[in-house]
């Protein structure tokens, strides 16, 4: 019967870790999502106001935002899942 309530409990805290990394990756890519918004709306704000013909880095500005963005996240999932603790399936 001992063994039975540890083994529930282990498999209660996997389940808890679980739920946190998801809840992580899930709030970073809602948080991604917002970021881009923030971005757009301030690089087409600042291109609408700029009156130089010769600022054509605004228009790159949010191509490399976006470009950093995909360097990252894969490796912050690839991070994050790890703590996950995947094992291969058994099979019967």
Do not use: C, W
Not at 12 to 37: Q, S
Not at 48 to 68: F, G, H, V, Y
């Amino acid at each position: 019967m001992e063994k039975n309530n540890l083994d529930n409990s282990m498999g209660m805290e996997r389940y808890l870790v679980m739920l946190a990394v998801n809840l992580v990756a899930f709030v970073a890519i809602v948080g991604t999502g917002y970021l881009t918004d923030v971005m757009i709306r301030e690089i087409a704000t600042a291109i609408s106001q700029s009156t130089s013909s010769n600022d054509n880095t605004l228009l790159l500005a949010l191509p490399a935002a976006i470009s950093a963005l995909m360097l990252v996240l894969p490796r912050a999932f690839s991070f994050i899942s790890r703590f996950e603790g995947y094992r291969a399936p058994r099979h019967r």
